[in-house]
């Protein structure tokens, strides 16, 4: 079956850049689908960061915007975010996420909590 | 913006009780963009429902989603031990292209 893994870094300094990556098996990107993060600072609710389809069209969340890219590697069959000018505020568990039917996450990779912390 | 509200803030409710819970939009969702997703702690989200009314894949029949325009609802017909958990919808459409609810804890009472 699908399934998502992300990985990178757990501890980003403050105005540093958050790298991570969502490593995608049982399925090839290539084959469609849109891709996506979102991330859950602790305690808090769900926030869409952005998304992207293997052909490398990607929207991201306005809020964000100025300071996120997201890419994909069909060679490697993965797709990465970029955060710039991190902030304790960006302190918060990343997922990776399926766009499904109807546009809804349907599956969901485990999460990884990055701190960002001089 | 759309943004979602969802309520109660927590709902505590006994195992074999019916919960209901709101969201209601800002500005009117298209039918086929309104989901539904379980959080338990320290899992990711478990997506329920989409299209505002269908169950997703292993999704037990007792879960429902019902709504248009500005007002959905998720209504579980009889909890179980195992629905205790935070539950978000979530929206797709005009920019931001994709927003959340706040969430709803539903706990025992």
């Known amino acids: 079956q699908v399934q998502l893994q992300e990985s990178g870094p757990g501890l980003v300094k403050p105005s540093e850049t958050l790298s991570l990556t969502c490593a995608v098996s049982?399925?090839?990107?290539?084959?469609?689908?849109?891709w996506g993060w979102i991330r859950q600072p602790p305690g808090k609710g769900l926030e869409w960061i952005g998304s992207?389809?293997?052909?490398?069209?990607?929207y991201y969340n306005p809020s964000l915007k100025s300071r996120v890219t997201i890419s994909v590697d069909t060679s490697k069959n993965q797709f990465s975010l970029k955060l710039s000018s991190v902030t304790a505020a960006d302190t918060a568990v990343y997922y990776c996420?399926?766009?499904?039917?109807?546009?809804?996450?349907?599956?969901w990779g485990q999460g990884t909590m990055v701190t960002v912390s001089s | 913006e759309i943004v979602l509200t969802q309520s109660p803030g927590t709902l505590s409710l006994s195992p074999g009780e019916r919960a209901t819970l709101s969201c209601r939009a800002s500005?009117?969702?298209?039918?086929?963009?309104l989901a539904w997703y379980q959080q338990k702690p320290g899992q990711a989200p478990r997506l329920l429902i989409y299209?505002?009314?269908s169950r997703a894949t292993g999704i037990p029949d007792r879960f429902s989603g019902s709504g248009s325009g500005t007002d959905f609802t998720l209504t579980i017909s009889r909890l179980e031990p195992e629905d205790f958990a935070v539950y978000y919808c979530?929206?797709?459409?005009?920019?931001?292209?994709?927003?959340f609810g706040q969430g709803t804890k539903l706990e025992i009472k």
């Open positions: 979530q929206q797709y459409g005009s920019s931001p292209r994709v927003t």
């Open positions: 299209g505002a009314s």
């Open positions: 500005q009117s969702v298209s039918s086929s963009y």
């Open positions: 049982g399925y090839s990107i290539s084959s469609g689908y849109y």
């Open positions: 996420a399926r766009v499904g039917l109807k546009n809804a996450f349907d599956i």
């Open positions: 992207i389809y293997h052909s490398g069209s990607t």
